[in-house]
């Protein structure tokens, strides 16, 4: 799964950067599914690029699963839904929010 985020109205990058790799995160990794069903975690965070339009998005997660089963019983467990899923509404701005379920394709043609 590939998700899109931008920062709620408010909060400056670096305090969405902060929140979300000091407070959100570990709320994630903190409940047993994340263990057991996640298989990589990935947060990337734009970087300057004068040459380059503003990007659209605060940072891009990607979050890896063997199977959909694995995903869906991580995102849809009471303690996602309970514990990290009202944490959102705290650094994104849900309005802007994207994602994509997703199988990768390394390599060329």
Request: charged share 25%; aromatic share 12%; net charge negative.
């Amino acid at each position: 799964m590939v998700i899109t985020l931008k920062r709620r109205q408010g909060m400056t990058h670096e305090e969405f950067k902060h929140y979300q790799q000091t407070i959100h995160r570990p709320l994630l990794m903190s409940i047993p599914e994340s263990d057991r069903y996640l298989r990589r975690f990935v947060v990337s965070y734009p970087v300057p690029a004068p040459r380059y339009p503003e990007p659209d998005y605060d940072s891009v997660v990607e979050a890896w699963f063997d199977t959909m089963a694995d995903l869906e019983s991580l995102y849809f467990s009471d303690n996602f839904r309970q514990i990290v899923d009202p944490d959102h509404a705290n650094f994104i701005d849900l309005s802007a929010f994207g994602r994509i379920i997703c199988e990768e394709v390394v390599g060329a043609g």
